[in-house]
């Protein structure tokens, strides 16, 4: 829910030169919560049951969204902006997808999101298959969630210094390298956690700077229309998940290869359509995108 709103409100208030930062600064807490509510999770059933689990993080929702709500707000100039200086305009304008390399970057954001995902549901399990034990196949989980925090932070603070769609074609390269390479060859407890540490820092990347490459894009008028394509585009995605598995169960090679596989084609697929994009910029290489 809040993840709209900052979609939203968080171009109001920054410009072009902090977009990124700002991005990179809200995006980095959802590692933090992903670390946050396991340990909590753990700790309360341990001392008061399972059932406390659901009301201990209900009543921690409420009260931090509650405050999140107070602050949340919207800049009224740039809302107007953004509204045609105070009117309406319709909520989505399907239209924008044919502006010029929107139309490819929002498959580069849906081929992305597709795999993105898949290492964070299937570490564990995979974990397990190589003969970790159950805290060491945590601890991937861990691991990978912990380094989004930097990452979030690190690929905010490039863009503003190079640019929003070249630091997405930067950390999208590693995200395929790392997965390629380091997962692939991944057998051992120590190169499996050099795997969640290297992916969690650059796999992130196209969800932290999602709003700010698309308004490079489009444009901030055209913003809202763009930014609710590319939402409903994250909602399709999570369908990737269930294709991986489904290919893995039909698939009679080494078990787990066919999700390596999945993954890395899925990021080379997407970088090679940012790097189109960025082509169809037609700006040099090193001028800030």
Avoid: H
Wanted: charged share 10%; aromatic share 12%; glycine share 8%.
């Amino acid at each position: 829910m809040f993840q709209l709103a900052a979609f939203r409100v968080i171009p109001q208030w920054f410009e072009e030169e902090q977009r990124g930062a700002a991005f990179g600064i809200f995006f980095s807490s959802l590692g933090l919560g992903g670390i946050a509510v396991p340990l909590i999770a753990t700790a309360v059933e341990s001392r008061f049951g399972g059932p406390w689990i659901f009301r201990i993080l209900a009543i921690s929702a409420f009260v931090f969204g509650s405050i999140t709500c107070i602050f949340i707000t919207s800049n009224r100039q740039a809302a107007d902006q953004l509204n045609g200086d105070g009117g309406e305009k319709k909520a989505t304008d399907l239209s924008v997808i044919k502006t010029r390399n929107m139309g490819l970057y929002v498959t580069a954001i849906f081929i992305q999101t597709c795999v993105q995902i898949i290492p964070n549901m299937f570490l564990p399990s995979y974990a397990k298959y190589i003969g970790l034990k159950p805290w060491q196949a945590n601890m991937t989980t861990v691991v990978l969630l912990g380094m989004t925090i930097p990452g979030a932070l690190l690929a905010g603070v490039l863009a503003d210094r190079l640019g929003c769609l070249n630091t997405v074609i930067m950390f999208t390269a590693m995200a395929a390298l790392t997965t390629s390479t380091i997962w692939t060859f991944a057998y051992t407890f120590e190169a499996l956690e050099a795997y969640c540490a290297v992916y969690g820092l650059f796999a992130n990347v196209m969800l932290t700077l999602n709003a700010p490459v698309v308004i490079s894009i489009v444009g901030i008028e055209r913003y809202p229309s763009a930014i609710s394509l590319v939402l409903l585009t994250n909602l399709l995605s999570a369908f990737g998940p269930t294709a991986a598995s489904g290919i893995e169960g039909i698939s009679r090679i080494e078990p787990y290869l066919s999700y390596k596989v999945f993954v890395s084609t899925g990021f080379v697929a997407s970088l090679i359509i940012q790097l189109i994009v960025r082509v169809r910029k037609e700006k040099p290489l090193f001028v800030k995108v």
